[in-house]
């Protein structure tokens, strides 16, 4: 079992920058993928990014390459999402998804989910 507590949600500016945390507890990490995933009003869960626990490769969704990035720190058993240049399209909630020995582009599939935070981006 793992499970994910989401922090760093928030209302900036459009341009501005926020920092998302998801902290994770529970069984061993090597195995896991750690994700993000976003989902507006009226609109399907979308990627965002992901992070392979065992050697940090990295995945990112096209609507935010270059603008956000994903990092993990071991100690504290901690995944990151820095986004920057943030755009009013990228208000959502967001929320941190695990799974086990893979990776996905859809939701579906991903084994542990937190509770989301919502970033609001203002024009």
């Known amino acids: 079992q793992v499970q994910l507590v989401e922090s760093g949600g928030g209302l900036v500016q459009a341009g501005g920058s926020l920092r998302l945390s998801c902290a994770a507890s529970g069984r061993t990490f090597s195995r896991l993928t750690m994700g993000w995933f976003r989902q507006a009003p009226g609109k399907e869960r979308e990627f965002v990014a992901a992070i392979r626990w065992s050697d940090s490769t990295t995945y990112y969704g096209d609507s935010v390459k270059g603008r956000f990035t994903i990092s993990r720190d071991n100690a504290k058993n901690t995944v990151y999402l820095q986004m920057n240049s943030l755009k009013p399209e990228d208000t959502a909630v967001y929320y941190c998804?695990?799974?086990?020995?893979?990776?996905?582009?859809?939701?579906?599939?991903?084994?542990?989910w937190g509770q989301g935070t919502q970033v609001t981006v203002s024009s």
């Open positions: 998804a695990a799974i086990y020995d893979g990776f996905r582009l859809v939701p579906t599939g991903w084994t542990y």
